[in-house]
């Protein structure tokens, strides 16, 4: 017998019984509350098969068999004994012939006689092949006569197999915090979770808006758990109420609501007995959770009225709010004032997502006139959280609330906002842009804020030209705006007016200082972005670092995520790549969580250049596919150039040089029309001459070359100027002139170390110097790049060291590969933590997993590195070079890489 609550997949695996027993003659039936009270009718739909087999049957067993199923007129009263051997003989009879598998499912909705039949036939089969298997809700065992059967409690699914559930009923990827959400509110109840799956809304089910409460349930379902909460007295139903809907576990609570009540505390232990709650460690529970879910849907409003009245009335803050606002059908001002008071104080105390749904509650309850203001700071509150989609239906909700053009505006610009994270760019800059042009003559500041928003977006789509004269025009709107100044000066940085960006980033220096982390986030992570193709390194990662340090410690997780892929590129720069991928790889998980579009692309590519380099270029590959998959539909080509560079990069490392030369000269094609000009915002150029120049195409090559010396001259930037010297060496006809050339470019890079770049450097060098003999030269060169590709963890640049050393005439040269590489991205980052004395619940508030992953994780870390200690690991990743290097301690144990 399997035994196990409603809908905890008993039938599922009856059907898969049923599936596997090839060669078995099969016997089905599923009892019905309707036919109940029919005797027989269960048996004649299961042996319906076996009719022809009857005549086989003794005399007696034979009209008694035919009796009960209707087959025949009985005048005299119906042995039911006789019906009994009947269907065992009948069941013998057929496994005569091969094996025989019986099934009855909801064998407590069997008629009674036909249920006896089974049982008595079931007790008695041993040497026949007939297996029989019965399935019944948990609270029927008695009745079914369950001690003379083997039973088997059929459980809720554990954890892992939920999530693996939902992935199959819902293939867009459910954030993991909603599986474990949804695990803990089902018990692991598959129904319950298909439920939840096929009725959830899409922000609910995206993990943005909060699960329903009571979570909805089947019909069946809820009757199955209601019928074990109709024997018990009201008072006791009331107790369970009060469990219900209290939004604490805590004993302490949950008892001043029944005295408040009257309704006793016996009642809470008659409820214990009964086996509807557990009580441990000053905490009371369901046995079962969606018992809470049927205990709310049971009650009626009067009650759960009474008893949130009375939960309000013993709490304070925020839960006091709550317990005022619910239930509340129609407009109840008071309610909303608390709400947005408590809301107030969930912000203080960052809590983002808890203040936006508040102030949405507050909404909800309040008049047309102050309903509009409230969504407006819910959905500000929502995307502060990384909510988007409920930011943007809020924000598009207050907008039709409103006549005033000037509040329109300031939605507008959040909802800009909100829609170039979600990855639409191009609708971003319409509203945007759209809103500026209805306000620019009543109010000339607001449009220089809604101007200069839309420079991101214009940017994201690789309009640069657009973005300049947005950022100009907002400039000249409101010109004591240093807002305004800053987002300019960002423009000019893409467009390769690198003189002018510096002036203005220098003007407005103090104001930058006095950024808030969170408040200023957008303009912050731009900020240290721009530094980072401004070759201004430390500066880059002290301001990125602020913004990763206050989003974490705010869960602000939107703002963390742009800020880590950011902070990913610049250590991309710096040769701190294990840091970096470890990053990315952290900002790709929490942005497929939050469903941020945008960023999803951008780590994606950023991951992809990281693979591109170590040679793991099939996963760079289909990194970079899912890009183009998530950029074409957002008509986001700023993200395909990118995504551009990135491949251009894989097939020049794998030697497929005419393949590289087709991606990256469709990137040349764009960032000419675009008028991109800052050649160390895509690092495509350099790559395409070499393709070039391996090609044999070396007059494109020198083509190419002269665009790039006046990008980099005009820009200053040293690693432009590096990479420039490097293909005029490679491209030399003169041995002389060769090496000049390939000295200009390492003095170059020394001036702003990019070490990847300068290691590649000295291996072109090195095998132009081999080639002509100059072997001692060569080898020197070498010595200094290989550890350096070991050490990033790029193999095939370092197989090719190696072999150039070979070639040189140095045998026997030990390679010494950073073992760093074998840990996790993750793993990396619980390492670093750890490193720099953070303790594991701290580790784990940091990244946002458990505990019991922090430990997994770091025991993994020892094992694979032969550490036994922090005081080992604090050394080991220092002399490896992956601690943070910036001599900050809240800075390391924060960070991305934390």
Known sequence: MLAGEPGIGKTALLTYALAAARGATTLATTGLESEAALPYAGLGDLLRPLLDLVPKLPGPQARALRAALALEEHETEISRYAVCMATLSLLTIAADQGPVLLVVDDAHWIDRPSLAALLFAGRRLAADPVAMVVAAHDTALDDLDAAHLDVLRVAGLDHEATGRLLDRLRPDQLPPGLVTELWRATGGNPLALADAADSLTGTQLAGVAPLPDPLPIRAGLHRAFAARLAPLPAATRGALLVV????????????????????????????????????????????????????????????????????????????????????????????????????????????????????????????????????????????????????????DEARLLVDDPLIAADIALALGRVLARRGTAAIAQRVLVGAADTVETADPRRAAGLLSAAVDPALTEGRIHDAVAYARRAVALDAADGGARIVLAEALMFAGELGESRVLFAAERDRLDQLDPLADADTLVMLGLCRGWLEEYESATAVLGRVIDAARDAGALSVLIRALAFDAEVRRCTGEWSVGYAEAEEALRLARELHEVAPVGFALVGLARFDAACGRHDAALERLAEAARIAGPLGTPGLLIFAGTAEGLVHLVAGDHDRAIACLDGVREFTEKAGLGNPDFLPWCADLIEAYWRAGRSAEARELLTGLEARAGRSGLGSAGAAAARCRAILATDPGEAEWWFREALRRHDLRPQPFEAARTRLLAAEVLRRRRRRVEARALLHEALPVFDRLGCEPFARRASAELAAAGERGSARTPSVIPRLTAQELQVAQAVADGMSNPEVAAALFISRKTVESHLTNAYRKLGLHSRTQLVRHLAQNGQNRGDGSGSRAATDGSA
């Open 244 to 395: 219900a809907l209290s939004g604490s576990a805590e004993a302490a609570g949950i008892h001043a609501a029944l005295d408040t009540i009257g309704a006793g505390r016996a009642a809470l232990d008659h409820a214990e007995q009964a086996g509807m709650i557990r009580r441990a460690g000053g905490r009371v529970a369901f046995t079962h959770p969606l018992l809470r879910s049927v205990v709310q849907r049971t009650a009626t409003p009067a009650a759960r009225r009474r008893v949130f009245d009375a939960l309000a009335a013993t709490s304070t803050g925020g839960e006091r709010a709550w317990y005022l606002a619910a239930d509340v059908g129609g407009l109840d001002e008071p309610a909303a004032a608390e709400l947005e008071r408590a809301a107030d104080e969930m912000r203080r105390r960052a809590g983002y997502t808890d203040a936006a749904r508040a102030l949405h509650r507050a909404a909800e309850l309040t008049a047309p006139a102050r309903r509009a203001r409230l969504l407006f700071a819910a959905a500000v509150d929502a995307q502060r959280a990384g909510d988007l989609t409920e930011a943007a239906a809020w924000l």
